[in-house]
């Protein structure tokens, strides 16, 4: 399968597609990894008085389910902080989510908890989502919220998410900032995959590539 604008890499001897939605697809397995998907998050801010757009929990999940029908897969497995908060749990955004849940009813779903699933509480029973602490290894990779995990297996190659990294573009004019795949040769970290929720400038280290992603299409840069 192809996904339109996707790049293909290798990471521990596995080909993983980036996505230009800012997920990855690992075709041997067809999982599709999403990182920092924050559900609830504008939710948590109105609740603070803090006037932002409504829509993001649908945005989430319309681009969500548009991608498991693109990849054909059957699992998606969320690289933590899949809860922005306790106020995720509002009926408006549980009730969305079910009747997405609903609708994929085939899919096995798995949450690997970050540090805002702490706070949020584990979501909703019914929702039908395994719950796995970090590292959570399959085959020769671990899939981890915290880029700094250790691994039991020390050969497993890392999947995480927690710094929503972006990158800068710049020319003698003007700059442009984007979210970006951080790809070192010992872990990957991929960009937050949640509408509103920001990102972080890095700045690759040796031996790191970064792949950004203009939303059509995966760019490599570095």
Not at 31 to 60: Q, W, Y
Not at 70 to 80: I, K, N, P, R, S
Not at 142 to 150: L, S
């Amino acid at each position: 399968m192809s996904v339109d604008g996707a790049i293909q890499i290798e990471v521990a001897g596995e080909t993983v597609l980036l996505l230009p939605q800012k997920a990855v697809y690992w075709p041997a397995r067809r999982m599709l990894i999403i990182a920092d998907i924050h559900f609830g998050k504008a939710a948590a801010f109105r609740s603070l008085g803090i006037p932002v757009p409504r829509g993001t929990t649908t945005e989430n999940l319309a681009q969500l389910d548009d991608l498991v029908g693109a990849t054909g897969a059957d699992h998606v497995l969320f690289l933590g902080d899949f809860l922005h908060a306790k106020a995720a749990h509002a009926a408006n955004t549980q009730a969305a989510m079910l009747a997405w849940r609903l609708r994929r009813q085939s899919l096995t779903l798995t949450l690997v908890r970050g540090n805002h699933d702490a706070h949020a509480g584990d979501p909703a029973a019914v929702l039908g989502i395994d719950l796995v602490d970090e590292p959570y290894v399959v085959g020769p990779l671990a899939f981890c919220h915290h880029p700094d995990v250790t691994t039991r297996d020390g050969d497993a190659y890392v999947l995480a998410g927690h710094v929503h990294p972006a990158y800068v573009l710049a020319t003698r004019f003007d700059s442009l900032r984007l979210p970006c795949f951080l790809v070192g040769p010992r872990r990957m970290i991929l960009p937050s995959f949640g509408a509103f929720t920001g990102g972080y400038t890095v700045r690759p280290e040796r031996g790191e590539r970064v792949f950004v992603t203009s939303g059509d299409a995966v760019h490599s840069v570095r």
